[in-house]
């Protein structure tokens, strides 16, 4: 190991320091420990937090998992499998993976959905405008209709 490395697994950091150094808050940083997703802080004689630098590397994985959608509780999960190692882990983190997956699909075949009738009352607004007269707005009368029919049934 480096003089630079031993330095820097010996440096800790205070809890603003971490939060400035990550893009975090204090709040959050606290919020990640009681989870589990950060391992409690050491304390100072004063009671500070001090935080291991390594600590920023695990930021850094969880904004990351954040950022390709994995929710905190998977993140979890990840940060106990990278842990464990092995081929286990690998068909476990598969199965998340593959069952977020089918979230996010699902999520995206109700968006089509809602985007089609989106389109559809763009639609109706559209031929309702070009239409002469003064009627009435065909989405909101289909809007107040699909509603009453959900009251009868």
């Given at each position: ?10 440096q ?13 808050t ?14 409690a802080?050491?304390?100072t004689?004063?009671?500070v937090?001090a935080?291991?630098?390594a600590?920023l ?9 954040q ?16 842990e464990?190692?092995?081929?286990d882990?690998c ?7 593959s ?6 699909e699902?999520k995206?075949?109700?968006?089509d959905a809602?985007?089609a ?8 607004c559209?031929?309702a405008?070009?239409a002469?007269g ?5 989405v909101v009368?289909?809007?107040?209709s699909?509603?009453?029919?959900g009251?009868s049934?």
């Amino acid at each position: 190991m480096t003089s630079k490395a031993t330095a820097r697994t010996r440096q800790t950091l205070r809890i603003g320091e971490l939060a400035r150094a990550s893009g975090l808050t204090p709040d959050t940083l606290r919020y990640y420990e009681r989870l589990g997703l950060l391992a409690a802080a050491q304390r100072t004689t004063g009671n500070v937090r001090a935080y291991d630098a390594a600590t920023l590397d695990r930021l850094r994985f969880i904004k990351t998992a954040q950022s390709h959608g994995l929710s905190l509780r998977e993140i979890g999960e990840l940060l106990g499998s990278r842990e464990r190692g092995g081929r286990d882990t690998c068909r476990r983190v598969r199965d998340l993976l593959s069952h977020r997956l089918s979230e996010l699909e699902q999520k995206r075949e109700e968006l089509d959905a809602f985007c089609a009738a989106l389109r559809h009352h763009l639609d109706m607004c559209e031929r309702a405008l070009a239409a002469s007269g003064d009627a009435r707005c065909p989405v909101v009368e289909d809007l107040v209709s699909e509603a009453n029919r959900g009251r009868s049934a």
